[in-house]
């Protein structure tokens, strides 16, 4: 079983950075460019692109070369499930006027929301 856990532990360490889930963001609806990555999330290009190459290992993005842009997007749908799951967690312990809950509230679809 040790070497379960530690797959999974690998597993969710892909979801433990700030940046990671800005550029799943960026990418949850439609692939994007690494620029247009680059752009939504707010990160130099280098950044950007060593958590992509993370994601990409972990098998989290795929990617597709067309010319000189390389194109990423969500090659593992349950990393998004995931991460909604716990955004629907987090929205139900939060006070309704906090800041907090208001942007959360925009990543979860309303059938996934949970009164509260």
Same mark, same amino acid.
């Given at each position: ?12 360490? $892909? ?13 949850? *609806? ?7 990555? $680059?752009?939504? &999330?707010? &990160? ?13 290992? &972990?098998? $989290?993005?795929?990617?597709? *070369? ?21 955004? $629907? ?12 809950? *208001? ?14």
């Amino acid at each position: 079983m040790k070497e379960v856990f530690e797959a999974v532990a690998s597993y969710f360490s $892909v979801l433990s950075e700030p940046m990671r889930l800005r550029i799943l963001h960026a990418i949850c *609806k439609q692939e994007q460019s690494v620029s247009q990555i $680059v752009k939504e &999330a707010g &990160a130099t290009q280098t950044n950007i692109s060593r958590h992509l190459g993370i994601m990409h290992r &972990a098998g $989290v993005v795929s990617k597709r *070369k067309d010319g000189n842009l390389v194109y990423y997007r969500i090659s593992n749908p349950a990393m998004m499930e995931i991460c909604r799951a716990v955004c $629907v967690e987090i929205i139900s312990r939060i006070d309704e006027n906090k800041p907090l809950k *208001k942007g959360l509230m925009w990543l979860v679809p309303p059938a996934g929301r949970k009164a509260g």
